[in-house]
C-alpha cells in the first residue's frame, strides 16, 4: 500500500506557544505516514518546533520545556531593571533553552534531514533596529484590528525584507540559535534579532504563515501542507496546498513562561489532530489500493 499523501513542502506558521501544537501534529503524523518533503519553510516559533522534530530531538526539548514551565515562573522579573536587562524574561530563557537543546550532533542532523528555510524579516540599511520594531509591531497590531489577522504583512508596508536562512547553511550551532531567536524577534518580549552581524525581526511581520515560498513551488505543481496555528481562522487554501489547523482552541498566552497547563494542552491537541489527518490518509490510500 502507498501513501496518496505525501507533500513536496510542508509550511510552519507562527504563534508564539501555539506553536506546541505543530510539535503534537508532526510527531504523532510521522509516525504513522512518511513524511520527506523537498524542505520546510518555518517563521517565528515554528521554526523551532521544526528545527527540534528535523533534529530528531522533539521529546527531550519538549521535556525540558514542560519541566521549566511547570516551576509556574512569572514573565517579568522587575529586579533585572538594576542589572540593565530587560525585565520581560521570555527572550534570555528561550535563548538559554535553545542553547542548551541544540549543539553540534543536534546541527548534523538537521544537515542530514531535509532543509528548513528560516523565514526572517530584514531592516532596511537606513532604519535603526529599534525604529523598525516600534514601527513594524505597531503596524502588525493595526492589520490585526483591520482584518482577521489570518495572513499577516504588516512589515512589507514598512520595508522590511523577507530573508530566508537555510538550516543547510547554518556553519555551527550558535547561528542555529541566532537564527531561531531572530525569526521569533517581536520586541519588547524577544530582542532585536542578530545573525552574522545583521540585525532582523521576527518572520511573521512580512509573511506569516510563509505563503511566499510555498507559492513558489506550488505554481510549479508541488503539493505542500500548511500547519497554522490559529484555531477556526484558516488561510486561504489554494490549487496544490492542504492547510492544517486545530481542531479546538488553544487558549495559550504567546509568550507565557509559566503556563505548563497551556503548552501542554497545545501538544495534545496537536497529537490528536495528527493522528486524525494520517488515518484520513491512510484511509485515501486504502480507498485506491
Known amino acids: 500500500m502507498t501513501s496518496t499523501s505525501s507533500f513536496d513542502a510542508v509550511g510552519l506558521a507562527g504563534g508564539g506557544n501555539r506553536c506546541y501544537w505543530q510539535s503534537g501534529f508532526l510527531k504523532a503524523y510521522s509516525e504513522h505516514q512518511p513524511l520527506s518533503p523537498r524542505f520546510y519553510v518555518s517563521v517565528s516559533a515554528g521554526a523551532y518546533h521544526g528545527a527540534m522534530f528535523l533534529a530528531g530531538v522533539g521529546d527531550r526539548v519538549r521535556a525540558s520545556a514542560f519541566a521549566f514551565a511547570e516551576k509556574g515562573q512569572r514573565g517579568v522579573d522587575w529586579r533585572a531593571l538594576k542589572r540593565r536587562e530587560s525585565p520581560l524574561v521570555v527572550g534570555s530563557l528561550f535563548r538559554q533553552l535553545l542553547a542548551s537543546e541544540f549543539g553540534d550532533e543536534e546541527l548534523k542532523a538537521l544537515k542530514a534531514a531535509p532543509p528548513m528555510l528560516i523565514q526572517l524579516s530584514g531592516l532596511p540599511d537606513w532604519m535603526p533596529g529599534a525604529l523598525g520594531a516600534l514601527g513594524s509591531i505597531g503596524a502588525y497590531q493595526m492589520e490585526k484590528l483591520l482584518t482577521d489577522g489570518t495572513h499577516s504583512k504588516a512589515g512589507l508596508r514598512m ?123 491512510l484511509a485515501a490510500a486504502n480507498s485506491v489500493s
Do not use: C
Not at 170 to 190: H, Q
Not at 223 to 245: D, F, I, M, Q, W
Not at 246 to 255: C, M, Q, R
Open 159 to 281: 520595508k522590511l525584507r523577507p530573508t530566508w536562512i537555510s538550516t543547510h547553511n547554518l556553519d555551527y550551532p550558535g547561528e542555529l540559535v541566532d537564527a531561531l531567536m531572530a525569526t521569533s524577534s517581536v520586541p519588547p518580549f524577544m530582542p532585536v534579532g542578530r545573525v552574522r552581524g545583521r540585525a532582523y525581526l521576527d518572520g511573521g511581520l512580512v509573511d506569516n504563515p510563509p505563503l511566499m515560498k510555498l507559492t513558489e513551488v506550488e505554481t510549479k505543481g508541488w503539493k505542500t501542507l500548511l500547519l497554522t496555528t490559529r484555531y477556526g481562522r484558516k488561510p486561504l487554501s489554494a490549487e496544490n496546498r492542504v492547510v492544517v489547523g486545530p481542531s479546538e482552541d488553544i487558549p495559550v498566552s504567546k509568550f507565557a513562561v509559566g503556563d505548563a497547563a497551556g503548552i501542554r494542552h497545545a501538544y495534545e491537541v496537536g497529537l490528536r489532530d495528527g493522528l486524525a489527518f494520517a488515518r484520513q490518509g
